[in-house]
């Protein structure tokens, strides 16, 4: 069992950053994958960014591309989303994930991928 709270959302002007972080208690925190999803109002999820066990392997969704970075500190069993040069869109509840699946490699970027989900952090990106 991981339980996993993110926290650092908030309110930030366009072009602005924030960081976004996901604490996880639970045991072998370093053998889940870990991966950043997004929720707009109206809107279905979508995957943001994720990172292996081992942060040699990371992916990004084409619209973060360049703007955020994924990382994750094993030793304090926490995830990391910098996020920069926000724009308006970007705007959606942030939600931090875990997930063991063999299949992770091929489909990270499905949500069905993961076991467990955080309660999400705010994040409003004024135009």
């Known amino acids: 069992q991981v339980q996993l709270v993110e926290s650092g959302g908030g309110l930030v002007q366009a072009g602005g950053s924030l960081r976004l972080s996901c604490a996880a208690s639970?045991?072998?925190?370093?053998?889940?994958?870990m991966a950043w999803f997004r929720q707009a109002p109206g809107k279905e999820r979508e995957f943001v960014a994720t990172?292996?066990?081992?942060?040699?392997?990371?992916g990004y969704a084409d619209s973060v591309k360049g703007r955020f970075t994924i990382s994750r500190d094993n030793a304090k069993n926490t995830v990391y989303l910098q996020m920069n040069t926000l724009k308006p869109e970007d705007t959606a509840v942030y939600y931090c994930?875990?997930?063991?699946?063999?299949?992770?490699?091929?489909?990270?970027?499905?949500?069905?991928?993961?076991?467990?989900w955080g309660q999400g952090t705010q994040v409003t990106v004024s135009s």
């Open positions: 990172i292996n066990w081992s942060t040699i392997v990371t």
């Open positions: 639970g045991r072998n925190f370093m053998s889940y994958h």
């Open positions: 994930a875990a997930g063991r699946s063999a299949s992770w490699a091929t489909k990270f970027r499905l949500g069905d991928e993961y076991e467990y």
